[in-house]
């Protein structure tokens, strides 16, 4: 898809609120005028009203497309002044370029109003509906005449503060005609992207990552490399030029030299048998490689355009020969051939045009032209080359399939994630119910259908005919949406038997959109019989069956399609909601090393692996390395980046679909790097550990060797992005149970391994579901010891703080204990110096590690992942499939190891309750006497410390807490023994 000509951008001012009086009367007379692209366009002026309702449209032309995302639309609304013929300032709108969306996807927003300074008091909110149209009977608006200069435009363009923010309230419609859908589609997004582009800063100087942590196995440790890419030798995370030549975009990976050959058609072809038929093909050889075309039947003048790439690296020929011949069931006839000296193939460097083919002569084994054509184009390049992802490659050529067809499975693809909405559905009430049984009220109940996602209401055993159920059914619908709501009412007439009374199909792309919770309107739905009724019945029933349901796609939540630890993409379904980009990150995938052999091929272990790359809706996908245990793919990726709290994930997989095996894509390993962890500007060359935990233990697989580098485009745009919400505001306002979101974000991963399994070639779904982390949420023994030992990590600075202050109490080192006492005085004296000495004391303790920061991106670590002490039984129990597929004796075994470590857990909570419970008893008096004894002792607490200077409290406290051990008892203290006593709800428990 494109983006069609004779854009417009439509804008539609609906309305305000609760603006700002400022006519001395109580009052205002606002007017909007509205910027764009050097066009102003004003509205109305409503004299006399602080909620004005204006309801007009504007269009403005959009000159040049591929600028869009960079181009701003502001909203002002001035109060007109009558009297001296000016305007006063009542608020501005900014919205971004890349929030436009198409007039299908737009819905009214009510945006606050922003300051035009510090200095500016504003109030309200402007409603506007946004969208991009190309409809050619619309006609630009008559622009405004320059009568006065805009008040705002001395204003710099870098304070503005783009709103996102969802609309407060429904509005009618202002349209009385809808404009076509505008297609606005991921090739225009990515020439968008393309040309946003800044120029790479500068990176920092940064000293070389000091050895490896000591935590786990230097075998299994990052590792940092220096290698020659495109830009230069990288070292220490920043680029030296080898050379002055200009850089290319791949400066990220090692530049490879291809021989590119295509194959475009031939023509006169002479007739090899009597009865003059030809079914033709092209041999292209080259030493040892040979790339084939895929025969055409009967044709003398057939087309392949075909393109054959070799490696220039592994070519050990000097000649070139591409080669005609027709197809026969014994053996190949002979045709004629092309014969080219790779001394003289030109080379070419993008962005030059790609080389125009030309017609060859055919020759014959003696070397002398014969009839027949054939149009070739030869050249040398590089990956950038745009032949190359569609190529067939020397390096990747299937030693069982060496022909063109069989290279759809091992070609580089990207792939775009469909768009994932929510659907809700309200299941209110329904009307009239029909029974098969006329003499019993229904059993009923609604089940609603979308694909393969079933969800069912509870059943109502109502007094009459018009069951109330009011319940939320939501389910996962991926654009276009090509799957129908389907809502059947059920009647429950006996257990296991169910009787349908009617049915309702709902379109989805008829189903309103929403970006907020604004209330959707409800409707009543007919009821179709599910079978023919006798006539006769039919005209006694006066009304027929129906069915009342408010169901909407709600856009303002971020479809949840990975594990949420290692979310790459937070941004909420509805475009319009979506903020700018805050940077790119750049990734080269330069090759692999070590890897461990995954199949037999000709008597020795071998692998045929390719990369996937995740990161939001983009995924991507290597070509495949045949036959080598160190491959080299050196392809470069880049993704938009809207969040740093998020994640990039790459896996190798080997390919297990060539020669039509059937088998599932089996996982090397995979790779995940936080974007926030990365410093901007840096280059960073890793060799990453491939570590896979297998039935019998960890193993590492090999090694992956990247190269990252994400570039900020807005350095205050980043910081302000840290004090935005996590998640969409929808999220928070209207959120989901655990339940679930773990129920659709199953949903979720379904549709997206199904969508991109049709893809050619397929992202299997084995890839997705390893991608995604699918099986994060079964219980593992392993991962429970972790995430214990994880919780006590964390709590260890806390510990030791008690310690040290333990040993303080017990006077171990007096010297010691004679200084903190000064110090604790010194601080109860002037209690204003406590909280700048304990900012200012984390602020050196941060300047201080910031020389052990850390110089490299996190990785698998098998020692917090307790991946290399773990018992044998407790592996075989992570990877038996749910449910389980053990013997009886073994999972009674397992059941009983669980009851023992789920009892532990559960008397830990137990007792945390018990503790909240006693404070909670201390006012409430359950324990009378207690009661009193501490309302009693607060009493005489007010009372000294009302006399009692807080200085002289806090001391005594302190010198108590920190007296010597001779004043101390080895009893427990009397607020201790008060509190034990106290009443918990433990004696409530059955």
Known sequence: MTIKGNLKLGVDVVTAHNLLPKDGQGSSSPFVELCFDGQRYRSTIKEKDLNPVWNESFYFNISDPSFLHNLTLDAYIYNNIRATQSRAFLGKVSISGTSFVPYSDAVVLHYPLEKRGIFSR???ELGLKVYITDDPSIESSAPVEETQQNPISNVKTETRHTFHTVPKRNSSEPHSHAPPEVEVTHQATKYMVDEMKVPEPIPPKLVRMQSASSAQPVDYALKETSPFLGGGQIVGGRVVRTDRKAVGTYDLVEKMHFLFVRVVKARELPAMDVTGSLDPFVEVRIGNYKGVTKHIEKQQHPVWNVV????????????????????????????????????????????????????????????EKIKGELMLAVWIGTQADEAFPDAWHSDAASPIDSSAAASALIRSKVYHAPRLWYVRVNVIEAQDLIPAEKTRFPDAYVKAQIGNQVMRTKPIQAQNFNPLWNEDLFFVAAEPFEDHLILTVEDRVAPGKDEII???????????????????????????????????????????????????????????DESTHYSSDLRPTAKQLWKPPIGVLELGILSAVGLHPMKTRDGKGTSDTYCVAKYGHKWVRTRTIVDNLFPKYNEQYTWEVFDPATVLTVGVFDNSQ??????????????????????????????????????????????????????????????????????????????????????????????????????EPPLR??????????????????????????????????????????????????????????????????????????????????????????????????KISQAEAIHPDELDEEF???????????????????????????????????????????????????????????????????????????????????????????????????????????????
């Open 122 to 124: 504003v109030r309200g």
């Open 765 to 862: 779904k084995e890839v997705i579901e390893y991608m995604s982390d699918v099986d994060s949420h079964l219980w593992s023994m392993r991962r429970s010891k972790a995430n214990f030992f994880r919780l006590m990590t964390v709590f260890t600075g806390l510990f030791a703080a008690g310690k040290w202050f333990g040993d303080i109490c017990m006077w171990k080192n007096p010297v010691t204990t004679v200084l903190v006492h000064l110090l604790y005085l010194m601080l109860i004296s002037f209690p204003e110096l406590i909280l700048p000495t304990v900012f200012l004391y984390m602020f050196l303790i941060g300047i201080w590690n910031f020389r052990y920061r850390p110089r490299y991106p996190p990785h698998m670590n098998t």
């Open 658 to 759: 060539l020669g039509n095996n059937g088998n599932k894509d089996l996982k090397i390993g995979k790779v995940r790097i936080r974007i926030s962890t990365l410093e901007t500007g840096r280059v960073y060359t890793h060799s990453y550990p491939l570590l896979v935990l297998h039935p019998s233990g960890v193993k590492k697989m090999g090694e992956l060797h990247l190269a990252l580098r994400f570039s900020c485009t807005s350095f205050v745009n980043m910081l302000y992005v840290y004090s935005r919400p996590l998640l969409p505001k929808m999220h928070y306002i209207r959120p989901f149970s655990v339940v679930q979101l773990d129920m659709l974000r199953h949903q979720a991963v379904n549709i997206v391994a199904m969508r991109l399994g049709r893809a």
């Open 502 to 560: 009617g049915r309702v199909i709902i379109p989805l792309n008829m189903v309103e959109k929403r970006a907020d919770d604004r209330i959707i309107q409800s409707h009543w739905f007919n009821l179709e019989k599910p079978v023919l009724v006798d006539v006769d019945q039919l005209k006694k029933d006066k009304f027929s069956s129906k069915l009342h349901l408010r169901v909407c796609l709600d856009g303002g939540y971020h479809v949840l």
């Open 880 to 990: 038996d499939p749910f449910p389980t597929s053990r013997n009886p004796d073994v999972v009674r075994m397992r059941y009983d190891r669980l009851r023992s470590v789920a009892g532990r857990i559960q008397t830990v909570v137990g007792d945390i309750a018990t503790q909240g419970e006693r404070l909670h008893s201390l006012l409430s008096w359950r324990d009378p006497r207690a009661t009193a004894i501490f309302v009693t002792f607060c009493l005489v607490a007010a009372l000294v410390l009302y006399v009692t200077p807080f200085q002289v409290v806090g001391a005594l406290a302190g010198v108590y807490a920190m007296r010597h051990p001779r004043f101390r008892y080895r009893l427990p203290s009397v607020p201790i023994n008060f509190f034990r006593r106290l009443p918990a709800r433990t004696d409530s428990m059955l």
């Open 308 to 367: 054959f790439a070799f490696s220039r690296e592994r070519m050990q020929a000097s000649v070139l020969e591409v080669v005609v011949k027709d197809k026969d069931l014994v053996k190949d006839d002979f045709v004629g051939f092309v014969r080219f000296d790779l001394n003289e193939v030109p080379m070419r460097v993008p962005p030059d045009s790609p080389l125009a083919p030309e017609w060859y002569r055919l020759e014959n084994k003696k070397g």
